[in-house]
């Protein structure tokens, strides 16, 4: 399998650390979202994934080869090819509840503060840095303020999100967290949140795939 992928970038973090739980190896292919103006506009790239985005998974075991874009779309055909350990739970409830969560910060919180988001309001919008950086830290802390609730609402939560293993909401919520340690976001208000996050870097699947781990970190 080969991954298009970016260091800092939490859909790529995900897919990574699926990857890492199944015990897939994979060639690393580094797309710098910032140099040289976004490699990720290159021509090369854009006949890869029109949207212009990472990650890209491509896996060469079938014949024609598998293109896949979307991390949540990636991580699901993951773990339907390769079903241990599984990311999501069989029963339909309980699928549907992991789902949710996972799109909860994956939908509402983490396309509002994403690397081509935040140039817009720099760069079209004109906006400061200091109200920019407000911008993401109120997207950030009022949903993973709604997740929390939700977590410590449930008597599905355990040790990770959904019961004593991680799944598919734990791979999304782990990168968010990253991303908004880097915006010195409050998560004082987050408890049950953050011992999950906890919980789960304390897994060598999670470590290895933190963006300062990766082949292009800087």
């Not at 509840?97 to 309001?121: D, F, G, S």
Request: charged share 25%; glycine share 4%; proline share 8%.
């Amino acid at each position: 399998m080969r991954l298009y992928s970016y260091f800092r970038s939490s859909a790529s973090f995900r897919v990574r650390i699926a990857l890492n739980l199944k015990g897939l190896p994979v060639d690393y292919q580094p797309i710098h979202l910032v140099r040289h103006g976004g490699e990720q506009h290159s021509p090369d790239f854009l006949a890869t994934n029109p949207d212009g985005l990472v990650p890209v998974l491509v896996d060469d075991s079938n014949d024609p080869a598998v293109l896949l874009t979307q991390s949540l779309a990636i991580v699901e055909y993951l773990d339907e090819t390769v079903p241990e350990p599984p990311l999501l739970p069989r029963d339909p409830v309980e699928r549907a509840r992991v789902r949710a969560l996972a799109l909860a910060i994956a939908c509402e919180i983490h396309p509002l503060n994403n690397l081509r988001v935040l140039r817009y309001l720099v760069r079209v919008l004109e906006v400061g840095d200091e109200a920019k950086n407000t911008w993401y830290r109120h997207w950030v802390e009022s949903g993973l303020g709604a997740f929390e609730k939700q977590l410590a609402a449930s008597p599905m939560t355990g040790r990770f999100c959904h019961g004593d293993a991680p799944t598919l909401a734990d791979l999304t919520l782990v990168p968010q967290i990253f991303n908004g340690l880097r915006f010195d976001c409050d998560y004082s208000r987050i408890p049950t949140v953050m011992r999950v996050f906890d919980a789960c870097m304390e897994l060598d699947a999670f470590k290895r795939a933190v963006p300062d781990r990766q082949p292009d970190a800087e």
